[in-house]
């Protein structure tokens, strides 16, 4: 059978479609990039604000209509909207839906195929495929073969859930509280991706930093990413990342093994949410401004020309105009690389929509966020523009519109035009054009396709 998975929502979410589709692949079933041929459809949904669940929604509809038009197709629903407590609402809501699967929990799917005997009967060619999925171990990621060979760049959950409590979020309602995975597992999945042409790993985690908290005696994240950065020397993975961090839990130890571990790269995601204090404390993020503003000075300190990215939340409960401008102030200050906007959406449960009125406007919400946009805007042109004429390495991820697109260590986006095949090659290009979003380049005089030039020792 074909499937077809629909990833909405975050970089957890991709994870977790990823580890879906290997358990189907394990299976025997293929994944189609046509939805209409598809047999099994999935969409991993996200409810982080209201918009995300809306989407969630239609697109719920449109898979409701495909299945009335062939009644054999298996329907499933996967990631926050299901949550980790019983969807039975959702039963009663969706009765068209057969499968409902937890965030990132795939059993109910795999349990539903091989209870109705939909294990594909194997060809001859695939008997390789049964062999390599035989061999296969704990953590193991079986990847589309459309992605085999092709995906540069993969996503690799450490911590599942969250055990903070800010008053605005979903994610602990919906992921559970943290768990942390076995180093084991994790170095099983990076090694597997690895095998199957994967280049860059990214670790995940809701607050990353808190990696091993919850194992006796258990590695921090730090020792993780030692570890890690042994399996990419061993394996020919040549970029490790890991977000999303957190003020309180980003320590000192992460970020001097970060410095010292060439293909670690020096980029860290480490949200402010807001500038004032009394909004920090009313989301109960657990620091002030300027604790924040210290934490930025010290790790750009101890990282070399490391990016720093952030979020920030607009428009929320009580938030006035001068508290607002608090946070306009102290972005313009620090000036970071990107910050990931949002307006506040007041999400069911939370202790905010529980106790707090949604009192500022959706209109004075869009001006604020307009306004962080623009000033962003302005920064990271000015930012971007330090590197025109200058020859950058960039690890090329994909083609679009005949254009090479890949990253430089701080995940600066650059485009370039070039002869020959650059997917998942680590290559010097020169700067000739930025922009607030992207840079654009071409090869150096010097450099031959033929031969990339790697960088990292
Ligand atoms: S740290 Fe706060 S915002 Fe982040 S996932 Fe946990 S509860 Fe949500």
Redesign the pocket.
Known sequence: MHYYIWTLGCQMNTADSQRLASELERLGHRATLDPDAADIMVVNTCVVRQSAEDKAYGRLEAMRQLKEKQPSRIIGVMGCLVGVRDPLHLRQKLPYVDVFMAPSEPGPMVQFLQERGYEAEWVAEEADRRRQRDALQDGDIILPVHEQGQLVSAHVPVVYG?S???T??I??FRRGVERSRSVGEIVAHVRSLARQGVKEVTLLG??VDRYGKDIPDGPDLADLLRVVHSVAEEEGVLRVRFL?S?PNWMSEKILRTVAELPRLMPQIEV?IQAGDDEVLARMR?GYTADQYRRLVEKIRAIIPNVAIHTDVIVGFPGETHEQFLKTYAILEELRLDKVHLARYSPRPNTVSERRMVDDVSEDEKKARHEMLEALQAEILAQSNRRHLGQVVEVLVEDQQKGKWRGRTPQNKLVFFEAEGDWRGQLVQVEITWTGPWSMQARLPQTERHDTPLLSIS
């Open positions: 969250c903070h409590a800010c605005f979020c994610i602990p809701q607050i999303t957190h949200p993020r």
